[in-house]
């Protein structure tokens, strides 16, 4: 009993510190942002999800798994806006070791992009809907997480229009003119691999839970009984 005791504790104290952890990065990476703007336009996920996440989470807990990913994709996000995406230091040095031809932080972010939300859709999928266990469960992930990609492309042109030159930092596209297509493919290969890698380990968190379809959390289903189909007598 000791032992599962001592194992639960980190276990309820790991949300709580991811959440000073995302909360502290964003700070620190609000101060002294090369831009403002560009800080908030990059953060306003994080700015959002955070106090959501702390709200909902007495009636909707989230698995391990999906905190720690969250909390990792929240301070890539930290960075990418307190330095802008094409002006990461990180992605500047492994541009100039590797020869390549732009700072990759920002494809990284999309990759990202896909990684997380693959988790986060499943997750939200397999407790509110009859697809946990269903082969439509992975396909339907990655193409929730495209989309997002999609509409976050567009804006992104939105910011484009509204802001001329001075979206340039939140774009941070670096004169590659497939700039919107490569973001896109990013967030579907973070997607993918995502599914493929993580699935296991996400059911195996989900059953922790006691994670049931269309049940939510705590709550087991009766077992379905067949009835046999009643007919009336021919005349």
């Given amino acids: ?27 620190a990476s609000a101060w002294g942002a090369r831009d403002r703007t ?17 709200l909902t989470w007495r009636r909707f807990p989230l698995t391990n798994l999906l905190c720690c990913l969250l909390a990792a994709h929240a301070l890539v996000l930290a960075v990418g806006g307190h330095y802008t995406y094409a002006q990461v ?3 500047d040095w492994v541009r100039d070791t590797f020869g390549l031809a732009r700072n990759p932080y920002d494809r990284f972010g ?6 997380v939300p693959a988790v986060l859709v499943r997750e939200l999928l397999s407790r509110t809907s009859p697809l946990r266990g269903s ?5 339907l992930t990655v193409c929730a997480c495209l989309a997002f990609s999609a509409v976050f492309e567009m804006l992104e042109w939105l910011a484009a229009v509204t802001g001329g030159h001075s979206a ?37 968190q989900l059953d ?28």
């Fill in 89 to 91: 230091p990180l992605g």
């Fill in 208 to 235: 922790a839970l006691g994670v049931t379809p269309c049940g939510g959390t705590g709550s087991t289903t009766a077992p379905r009984t067949s009835t046999a189909r009643t007919t009336r007598p021919l005349p």
């Fill in 1 to 27: 009993m000791t032992a599962v005791l001592h194992s639960a504790v980190p276990r309820r104290r790991l949300p709580a510190l991811l959440a000073v952890t995302v909360a502290l990065g964003l700070a």
């Fill in 168 to 204: 340039d930092a939140f774009l941070a596209t670096q004169g590659d003119v497939w700039d919107t297509q490569w973001d896109m493919f990013c967030a579907l290969i973070g997607a993918t691999v995502s599914v493929l890698v993580l699935s296991r380990l996400h059911d195996r």
């Fill in 135 to 139: 082969r439509w469960l992975a396909p």
């Fill in 110 to 115: 999309h990759l990202m992009q896909g990684f």
């Fill in 38 to 54: 560009t800080w908030f336009l990059e953060t306003v996920w994080v700015l959002a999800g955070l106090p959501l996440v702390v």
